[in-house]
């Protein structure tokens, strides 16, 4: 069964609405989401971009350096300016900022990774495995999951 979330950023002026279930949730540990969230992690809802259907407003995209010399095109809503999603490579996978759900408890991380940096008072739960650095999705994500994401390649390849 597949769940429907809603969420938004603080203003209201960004609505969004998740129209499947993620294919799969990180909490990132690393850096990068460090000192972009002001906080101890990122929790990323990772869902084909056409599944993010945009209710209201524009998110603007800003795109912020990281520290391995590349940029992440990361979502704003354009007057609150809180991020609610981001790409990292390519623009058809988003990555949905759990915090910003309506109802951030429906969501529960698949898999914490770059666990290195994380902050040291942050005990980790048993139910998900944790990783040093990233991690191999073929082995860790779901079937349906892996299939999904092989068809946003394929019509990448397409050009459609
Ligand atoms: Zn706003
Ligand atoms: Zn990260």
Redesign the pocket.
Known sequence: MSVVREGGCACGAVRYRLTSDPLFTHC?H?L??QRQTGSAF?INLLIEADRVEVLAGAPEPVDVPRDDGSTQRIFRCPTCRVAVYSHYGSSRVSFVRGGTLDEPAGVVPDVHI?TRSKLPWIALPDSAPAFDEYYDSKSLWPAASLERLQTVRDSARSGA
Do not use: G, H
């Open positions: 990132c690393c990068n989401c990122v770059y």
